[in-house]
């Protein structure tokens, strides 16, 4: 157990909809990191938010955006969802520059 | 960040070692080797890094050769569930983002 937790595990929708994933990070990680891993493209690097504010930014679509909170849990929100976005989106946090732990991800199906 | 090459599969007896290579020929001096895994469609999860040190923890060792061209990778007694695919990264220490590839999935079998 990574000490990172995502929700939901699964979720299913359809084509145009939008959805929003949560992560909480480690206790005491300031960094949060979200990553897409698809068939076809493997893991990707989205974005990264630092203790609220956005950090990096990766091949991250516009439709999609995240965002941290006070209490340094995250979402990242995905909308006018398309077929290809079907994927698992996963979050890792890290104290900034060190090694980032993963959460179990959020398998998203897009119908 | 440099580019990491490895080969897309392995197989390792259990209870052998299982030895997993890395090439990094375009690291530079700031640049860490990571290396993770990821067991079916579960989160990455991280074993181990090093800057120019062999290093070793309690799941793995790792070598890094003089010149930090290439690592590799040590699980000294496989299990069946060492299956997985394995990803060397190499990351400088002030960039945050992990750069995956393609990884080596490596198979135990009994």
């Known amino acids: 157990d990574s000490g990172v937790t995502q929700t939901p595990k699964h979720l299913i929708t359809a084509t145009g909809q939008r959805v929003t994933l949560r992560c909480s990070p480690r206790?005491?990680?300031?960094?949060v990191y979200w990553y897409q891993q698809s068939l076809d493209q493997g893991l990707q690097f989205l974005i990264q938010?630092?203790?609220?504010?956005?950090?990096a930014k990766g091949n991250i679509l516009e439709r999609f955006s995240a965002q941290q909170f006070p209490d340094l849990h995250s979402e990242l929100n995905l909308s006018s969802l398309e077929l290809g976005d079907s994927a698992l989106y996963f979050c890792?946090?890290?104290?900034?520059?060190?090694?980032?732990?993963f959460g179990p991800g959020t398998r998203l199906t897009v119908l | 960040d440099a580019k990491t090459t490895q080969p897309p599969s392995m197989d390792c007896a259990e209870g052998r070692a299982a030895n997993l290579p890395c090439n990094h020929s375009t690291i530079s001096g700031n640049e860490y080797v990571y290396w993770y895994r990821q067991i079916h469609s579960q989160g990455p999860q991280y074993i181990i890094h090093g800057l120019k040190n062999n290093e070793t923890n309690e799941m793995a060792s790792l070598i890094i050769t003089e010149d930090r061209k290439s690592s590799t990778l040590i699980l000294p007694h496989a299990t069946l569930r060492d299956t997985a695919v394995y990803y060397c990264?190499?990351?400088?220490?002030?960039?945050?983002?992990?750069?995956f590839g393609t990884g080596t999935r490596l198979q135990v079998f009994p």
């Open positions: 990264i190499v990351r400088a220490y002030n960039t945050d983002k992990l750069i």
């Open positions: 890792a946090s890290s104290v900034v520059g060190d090694t980032q732990y």
């Open positions: 938010y630092y203790n609220g504010e956005e950090r």
């Open positions: 206790s005491g990680d300031l960094s």
